[in-house]
Each structure stands twice: as structure tokens, then as C-alpha cells.
């Protein structure tokens, strides 16, 4: 059996196809970009119930009900430890500790997830063709029990390239002047609650996370103003530019 055949058997077609799409996203928003907008709805106002102590970074809250971005943009989505636990770090949820474990946060999402998807289907293949099972019932079972593994292979692939995202984009945004300019909300926000504009400079689209200066209610697509960083310097204060 040839490794076409093997990819596109019964077992593995499922993740040879997504891989395949994957991985023609990420060459069509790499060499031409796409223009087309998607809408994509969150809620991370989360109540924490389990108590596991996770070594990261809780210095700031975050809440995100809704951001709009473009779908050039998907591949660099990132999820912040800040938004995945909320604004105190007590306890967290299994998801939660799932998000941050195994690197789907402080890398970008689309990063990540490409790489364990291809880890699970490079498993699964392997395992199916020296069982012989790309066709029958044990198949099955190998393709579920590869997802663990995978997510470990996973972890261990991307741990290094978080410092090296961490340094890239602090880099490039140390390096620009934002205050005063515009930008377009993409979330909802009030009082502490943490969310994110989008702002172009010299026409190149940038996310960044903010907070309402005074602490008044702002609603997603109002264009604002950025008035001053934080001390931290991991976010904005903004305020409605009318």
C-alpha cells in the first residue's frame, strides 16, 4: 500500500483532509493573503472551580465577548494566558488548564493547532499500517488514542517557539508610536474589562489589547482613540473618539 492510498483510506482521510486544507490556508495567507471577513463571537467571562496551580503569567484580566477579524488574520489569532483565565487567578477549569498546557495559548492558534493536528494524523497513519488497521474497527480505536499522544509531541515541538513569538511581536510593537492614533473596537468593553482594537499602520493591520481610560462602556465597531500605554505595558487605555 502506497502512502496515498494509506492517507486516503477509510481511518485517515478525515485528518489527511484537514491537514491538506490547513496547509493550503496557510500558503494562500502567506503568499497572496485573503480579504474576505469573518465574525467569530467569544465569551471568556469565566467563573474558575478547579484548583491546579498553573506556572504562567496572570498580570492582567481579560474578557472578550466579541472580535471581528479578517480571515488573513486568523492564522496569527493568539490566545493570551489572561484571557483564558480571567482577572483572578484562583482556580481554573480543566479547559483552561488544557488551552495553557499544551501551548494553544501565548503561540498563535492557527500555529498550534496545525502542528497537533499533524502529529495526530503522522500517528495515526503510522499505527494504522504496521496493524493494518486503515479499514476496520481497531483503526478507530488507533485514531482516537493518537490524539494524546499527539497533543504531547505537541507541546514539545512548540515550547521553544513561545519565546521566540514572545520577542517578535514585543518587538514590533515596542517599536511604534500608537498613541493618538485611531483604531475600531473589536469587543465590547467596561470598566476593567479587557479587549481589543484594531488599528492600521502604514496600512498594515495590528491587534492590540485595551482597556476604557475611565471606565466607561464602549460597544464593538465603535472607532476609538488610544490615549496612553499601561504601566506593564501589555495594553492601552482608550477612549471614543467622536
Known sequence: ???????????????????????????????????????????????VDADIDVDTDFDTGTSLDATAI???????VELKNETIVGKRPKRLRWWQVFLIY?????????????????????????????????DNKFGLTIFFAAIIPALILNKIF????????????????DALDLLGRKGILLSNISGEKLGSVKLFVENDPINIYVKSLDGESMISGEEILIIKES????????????
Open 102 to 134: 499544551f501551548n494553544f495559548s501565548e503561540l498563535p492558534f492557527m500555529f498550534t493547532f496545525t502542528s497537533w493536528i499533524f502529529f495526530w494524523w503522522a500517528i495515526t497513519i503510522i499505527g494504522t499500517y504496521y496493524t493494518g488497521s486503515y
Open 70 to 76: 479578517d480571515l488573513e488574520d486568523v492564522s496569527n
Open 158 to 173: 512548540t515550547t521553544p517557539f513561545k519565546a521566540f513569538f514572545r520577542k517578535l511581536e514585543r518587538k514590533g510593537v
Open 231 to 242: 504601566q506593564d505595558k501589555k495594553f492601552y487605555y482608550i477612549k471614543s473618539y467622536k
Open 1 to 47: 500500500m502506497t502512502l496515498i492510498d494509506l492517507a486516503f483510506s477509510s481511518i485517515n482521510t478525515p485528518l489527511t483532509v484537514l491537514l491538506i486544507v490547513l496547509g493550503a490556508y496557510r500558503i494562500l495567507t502567506m503568499i497572496v493573503g485573503l480579504d474576505l471577513d469573518f465574525d467569530f463571537d467569544f465569551d471568556f467571562d469565566f467563573d
